[in-house]
């Protein structure tokens, strides 16, 4: 588990604890409008863009059975987020190191949700007809 005052190294940028908790106490807000009419026990997710950690977190404490998977380009969040999720956490998680643009690994039809928190932005294009 992940100390105050520890320093992470994430995007090529130090990020200390401190702050990060801080700021996770209004992206639950969020989290919580975004997701609040879905029922996420037991589900398939696929976190695309984990980034900072935030959604990975809010999903892996409310999705029961279910499983996360967590997709990152950046080796320094995904690590990160293994020391946030705690032992209590962690089983719940599955961190991958890939690029967005090149997801072989995803089956079709395997995963029932996909969550793009702060990440949808960063993509250059969608499949025709997509979101």
């Known amino acids: 588990m992940a100390v105050m005052g520890e320093e992470f190294a994430v995007y090529g940028r130090k990020v200390d604890l401190k702050p990060w908790?801080?700021?996770?106490?209004?992206?639950?807000?969020?989290?919580?409008?975004?997701?609040?009419?879905?029922?996420?026990?037991?589900?398939?997710?696929?976190?695309?863009?984990?980034?900072?950690?935030?959604s990975a977190k809010y999903l892996a404490q409310r999705i029961g059975s279910g499983v996360l998977v967590t997709v990152d380009i950046d080796p320094g969040s995904l690590d990160?987020?293994?020391?946030?999720?705690?032992v209590e956490l962690?089983?719940?998680?599955?961190?991958?190191?890939?690029?967005l643009r090149n997801l072989d690994f995803v089956k079709a039809?395997?995963?029932?949700?996909?969550?793009l928190y702060y990440t949808i932005h960063t993509i250059e294009s969608t499949t025709p007809g997509g979101v």
């Open 21 to 54: 908790l801080e700021r996770e106490k209004l992206e639950l807000s969020t989290l919580n409008r975004v997701f609040s009419k879905i029922q996420l026990e037991g589900l398939r997710v696929l976190d695309a863009g984990t980034g900072m950690g935030y």
């Open 80 to 86: 990160m987020l293994r020391k946030l999720a705690g």
């Open 90 to 99: 962690i089983d719940k998680l599955i961190f991958i190191k890939a690029d």
């Open 109 to 115: 039809d395997y995963f029932d949700l996909v969550c």
